[in-house]
């Protein structure tokens, strides 16, 4: 088996030292050596070190594995990129500014001919994230994460409830949930995090209803009261607190708290998303208790669907074949079950058949659409979003109010970064 060869990052590199440009070469026995840049911690994760050495036992090649600390990965390799040098294969982000800052098209290939592309599970949310100009730039190797209400079926079972499809059907389950003692629905304020995951899904029902509205907010030439559905989110939100289906000590409630009453049963349901799993089967949750419900608005179930970062070709690269094939590799559905058991997420490709969390598993049979934060130019105004949502909650601010708001927020951040149209 070949050696994988770890490079930590040191002073010395901080300092300028780099691998030269197309330094992985093709030996003359044939067989290559291909460079890998990628975080640290994605070699603890998606079985990456198992499918390294698999690879390179099957093929005979070596992998150089330049694994960088993940808080300096990004300043690191998007130095090298501007001195002309990388590595055959670069973990990026996917997506709008993220993406944009590796300058996709001057420094990564072009992958569209790949035979893994057209296996590509939710094909609308790949081409969002990882194509640039219609070319296939990135290979989506991490698993994505799905954001709806989550919700306790062993309580919808106890208090005989079917599953709502319909705001009016939500009211009633709710109002049913709340006669029975508990909570319908889970806040968590102190962790303002938690707050922001229910505007994920109502902008993700807006974006996959209207998918030209994301370039005109990108623009500037719309703002988030034309999103649709998105004001019809924080009026639903309204009326379901006017009613007393929310817990009342939302500002002091944190996101343990949040996992500790769903685990228990003293509430039935809260915005979040399939990472929460981890947290609930710690808790001694059971797959069969918890599912995922989607957010019933302009017509349909929406869940709020996040691919997770991939690894881009260089440009540059000596050896394309080699690398290719080693994303060849990743796709194959074995090696997709090996990473998919290890790293539990929404899986980017058809065909993944290994016992996914109930999150997930509930998420794929909804409609998704993207995440905004990938996608959105203008930078997230967290704290002003927290600040608002807690406004709101809290009767202090009205539907209208709480979007005007959030929609200013945007345009100062645009502004503050100077984006073209602001």
């Known amino acids: 088996m070949k050696k994988i060869v770890l490079v930590l990052l040191c002073t010395?590199?901080?300092?300028?030292?780099?691998?030269?440009?197309?330094?992985?070469?093709?030996?003359?026995?044939?067989?290559?050596?291909?460079?890998?840049?990628?975080?640290?911690?994605?070699?603890?994760?998606?079985?990456?070190?198992?499918?390294?050495?698999?690879?390179?036992?099957?093929?005979?090649?070596?992998?150089?594995?330049?694994?960088?600390?993940?808080?300096?990965?990004?300043?690191?390799?998007?130095?090298?990129?501007?001195?002309?040098?990388?590595?055959?294969?670069?973990?990026?982000?996917?997506?709008?500014?993220?993406?944009?800052?590796?300058?996709?098209r001057a420094n990564f290939a072009d992958l569209s001919n790949e035979p893994w592309v057209a296996r590509v599970m939710d094909k609308q949310a790949y081409d969002q994230t990882f194509r640039v100009d219609g070319k296939a730039i990135m290979y989506p190797m991490q698993p994505g994460n799905a954001v709806g209400i989550v919700y306790s079926k062993k309580i919808f079972r106890d208090l005989n409830l079917a599953i709502p499809t319909t705001l009016d059907q939500f009211d009633s389950v709710m109002a049913a949930?709340?006669?029975?003692?508990?909570?319908?629905?889970?806040?968590?304020?102190?962790?303002?995090?938690?707050?922001?995951?229910?505007?994920?899904?109502?902008?993700?029902?807006?974006?996959?209803?209207?998918?030209?509205?994301?370039?005109?907010?990108?623009?500037?030439?719309?703002?988030?009261?034309?999103?649709?559905?998105?004001?019809?989110?924080?009026?639903?939100?309204?009326?379901?607190?006017?009613?007393?289906?929310?817990?009342?000590?939302?500002?002091?409630?944190?996101?343990?708290?949040?996992?500790?009453?769903?685990?228990?049963?003293?509430?039935?349901?809260?915005?979040?998303?399939?990472?929460?799993?981890?947290?609930?089967?710690?808790?001694?949750?059971?797959?069969?208790?918890?599912?995922?419900?989607?957010?019933?608005?302009?017509?349909?179930?929406?869940?709020?669907?996040?691919?997770?970062?991939?690894?881009?070709?260089?440009?540059?690269?000596?050896?394309?074949?080699?690398?290719?094939d080693f994303l060849n590799y990743l796709a194959r559905p074995d090696s997709l079950n090996k990473m998919y058991q290890a790293s539990p997420g929404l899986p980017a490709f058809q065909g993944i058949v290994f016992n996914i969390d109930p999150f997930t598993a509930d998420a794929i049979k909804l409609q998704s659409a993207p995440h905004i934060d990938i996608f959105y130019l203008a930078p997230l105004p967290y704290d002003d979003l927290v600040s608002d949502y807690v406004e709101f909650l809290y009767g202090r601010m009205t539907p209208q109010q709480i979007v005007d708001s959030i929609g200013a927020s945007y345009i100062r951040e645009g502004q503050n970064a100077r984006l073209p149209g602001f």
């Open 177 to 324: 949930i709340k006669n029975a003692g508990i909570i319908p629905i889970y806040w968590a304020g102190k962790d303002g995090w938690t707050l922001l995951q229910h505007r994920s899904i109502a902008v993700a029902a807006g974006l996959a209803t209207d998918p030209t509205i994301l370039d005109k907010l990108n623009r500037n030439q719309a703002t988030w009261n034309d999103i649709p559905g998105f004001l019809d989110g924080f009026k639903v939100l309204d009326n379901w607190n006017k009613k007393g289906y929310f817990n009342q000590d939302i500002a002091s409630t944190t996101y343990e708290m949040q996992n500790k009453a769903m685990a228990s049963g003293a509430a039935a349901m809260c915005f979040q998303g399939s990472w929460q799993w981890g947290e609930l089967t710690q808790l001694g949750a059971k797959a069969e208790d918890f599912g995922m419900l989607g957010y019933p608005l302009n017509g349909k179930l929406y869940v709020d669907q996040a691919l997770g970062g991939g690894v881009a070709l260089y440009a540059k690269s000596k050896v394309p074949d080699a690398a290719k």
């Open 12 to 104: 010395l590199l901080l300092a300028g030292t780099v691998f030269a440009a197309g330094a992985s070469q093709q030996a003359a026995s044939g067989k290559a050596t291909v460079s890998f840049t990628l975080p640290a911690s994605w070699l603890n994760g998606y079985a990456m070190r198992d499918l390294t050495a698999g690879w390179q036992t099957l093929t005979g090649n070596t992998l150089d594995i330049q694994a960088l600390p993940d808080d300096q990965y990004k300043t690191v390799v998007l130095s090298r990129l501007a001195s002309g040098e990388g590595a055959d294969l670069i973990v990026s982000d996917g997506g709008g500014t993220a993406l944009n800052s590796f300058n996709p």
